[in-house]
């Protein structure tokens, strides 16, 4: 009876890091693809910038686009959180950094989503918001806003990334290869509005890296176990001579 009770607890523990794993992937693989969206908004740079805003803004398919960027961004953040619990347990004494960086960058990522996209949303569900020259004003300033976020993201993920790289260094949980990329990427994002165009994909693919980490040890846990329980059989020993 006490057995059975002792083992009980170890049938999570296999699974520990395979479901946070799962949400990594799908986290980093809607990262990227929201980000590639987003990347098809106006520029609002320059003399034209209230031109381009208005006729991209009128078009139906664009607002669509704009709405599905913004769930899209959204669940990347919900799932980045299941992620980040199984990745700051890998880092150890330096867990509360990953925690607190990790936590930074989906606060500002999911600020992002909405204010880069709030005024797309707006047109299409709203029957009395035009898209006329003065309200272009406000999609410029939301678009500005959302950059801004995305680059105060990258830097609640500089402090993740540099905790996972000092973490690699004094443990063995992390694969060295995977804490220097972190650190690679880390150092990028450092660069503000000057990188935060294309650091958060450079994030997506060391979360998926990272991912898939969590799932092999969640396989060689769970090996582990199962050969723990159920131990191979000793050989028979030959008979002694009579």
Same mark, same amino acid.
């Given at each position: 009876?006490?057995?059975?009770?002792?083992?009980?607890?170890?049938?999570?523990?296999?699974?520990?890091?395979? $479901?946070?794993?799962?949400?990594? &992937?799908?986290?980093?693989?809607?990262?990227?693809?929201?980000?590639?969206?987003?990347?098809? !908004?106006?520029?609002?740079?320059?003399?034209?910038?209230?031109?381009?805003? +208005?006729?991209?803004? &009128?078009?139906?398919? %664009?607002?669509?686009?704009? /709405?599905?960027?913004? @769930?899209?961004? &959204?669940?990347?953040?919900?799932?980045?959180?299941?992620?980040?619990?199984?990745?700051?347990?890998?880092?150890? %004494?330096?867990?509360?950094?990953?925690?607190?960086?990790? !936590?930074?960058?989906?606060?500002? &990522?999911?600020?992002?989503?909405?204010?880069?996209?709030?005024?797309?949303?707006?047109?299409? %569900?709203?029957? +009395?918001?035009?898209?006329? #020259?003065?309200?272009?004003?406000?999609?410029? @300033?939301?678009?500005?806003?959302?950059?801004?976020?995305?680059?105060?993201?990258?830097?609640?993920?500089?402090?993740?990334?540099?905790?996972?790289?000092?973490?690699?260094? /004094?443990?063995?949980?992390?694969?060295?290869?995977?804490?220097?990329?972190?650190?690679?990427?880390?150092?990028?994002?450092?660069?503000?509005?000057?990188?935060?165009?294309?650091? #958060?994909?450079?994030?997506?693919? $060391?979360?998926?890296?990272?991912?898939?980490?969590?799932?092999? %040890?969640?396989?060689?846990?769970?090996?582990?176990?199962?050969?723990? @329980?159920?131990?191979?059989?000793?050989?028979?020993? #030959?008979?002694? #001579?009579?």
């Amino acid at each position: 009876m006490m057995a059975s009770q002792n083992a009980e607890p170890a049938q999570p523990a296999q699974h520990r890091d395979l $479901w946070p794993g799962i949400a990594g &992937l799908g986290a980093g693989a809607l990262l990227i693809a929201g980000y590639v969206l987003w990347s098809f !908004t106006p520029d609002v740079s320059g003399t034209g910038a209230i031109r381009r805003v +208005v006729f991209w803004y &009128l078009e139906e398919s %664009n607002q669509d686009q704009a /709405e599905a960027t913004a @769930l899209i961004l &959204l669940a990347a953040g919900l799932l980045f959180l299941f992620f980040l619990v199984a990745l700051s347990r890998l880092a150890g %004494n330096r867990s509360h950094l990953v925690m607190v960086g990790g !936590t930074i960058f989906t606060a500002f &990522l999911l600020v992002a989503a909405l204010a880069g996209n709030m005024f797309a949303i707006t047109v299409k %569900n709203s029957d +009395v918001f035009p898209v006329v #020259p003065e309200t272009s004003l406000i999609a410029i @300033l939301l678009l500005d806003v959302a950059y801004g976020a995305i680059i105060a993201s990258m830097v609640g993920a500089a402090v993740m990334l540099f905790a996972v790289w000092r973490a690699a260094q /004094e443990t063995h949980a992390i694969p060295a290869w995977l804490g220097w990329s972190a650190f690679v990427v880390a150092v990028l994002s450092l660069a503000g509005p000057f990188s935060a165009w294309f650091t #958060p994909l450079l994030l997506a693919a $060391w979360v998926l890296a990272a991912s898939v980490i969590l799932i092999l %040890n969640a396989h060689e846990a769970r090996g582990e176990t199962e050969a723990s @329980l159920n131990p191979q059989p000793l050989p028979p020993q #030959p008979e002694p #001579p009579q």
